[in-house]
């Protein structure tokens, strides 16, 4: 079992541009996270999904989209990179409330 | 508004130095409060969960333990290898699938 997985492992963006961090979980689990941990303030909850087709907003989901596709991945899309969006970014999967993570990816924006 | 917040933010032992890490939360309807280790460079690595007031849990050489107000994370005879951040989380009623996670305690274990 891979675990979770979570594609790339770093990206530099200019100001502006766009992509999608790829999450993928493999323990057959209902729900997954998306996170940002930033210096200082901990992880905090951007974008989460309960179970297959649904998405809810976490604490801190302005300018950020997400896609459930089906019950292995979820992406979370950049729109127009700013650089307040420079940090690592952690997708989880849970089937009741312990979470398993990926290895994070690390995201600059200049 | 609901807190986590966890001291020190840093701590340095000696290896054999045995301490505590706290989590002090203020949230109303607690499920559960969870502890992760976080190496650098990598994602949190689950430990713990505690439920209710009282409860316990033991791993090798960490122990936690869970008050209304507060969790303690117990390091015994601590080795270089427990060297981490250690990430408390609670989650509560009205968070849905929400959870809120303190900022961490970074240990140093010296050899």
Redesign the interface.
Known sequence: NAGVTQTPKFQVLKTGQSMTLQCAQDMNHNSMYWYRQDPGMGLRLIYYSASEGTTDKGEVPNGYNVSRLNKREFSLRLESAAPSQTSVYFCASSELYEQYFGPGTRLTVT | EDQ?TQSPEALRLQEGESSSLNCSYTVSGL??L?W?RQDP??????LF?LYSAGEEKEKERLKATLTKKESFLHITAPKPEDSATY?C?V?AENY????V????TRLSVLP
């Open positions: 986590v499920r559960g969870f992760y460079g990598k994602g949190p690595e689950f969960t990430l989380a989650q849905g699938q929400n959870f996670f303190g900022p961490g």
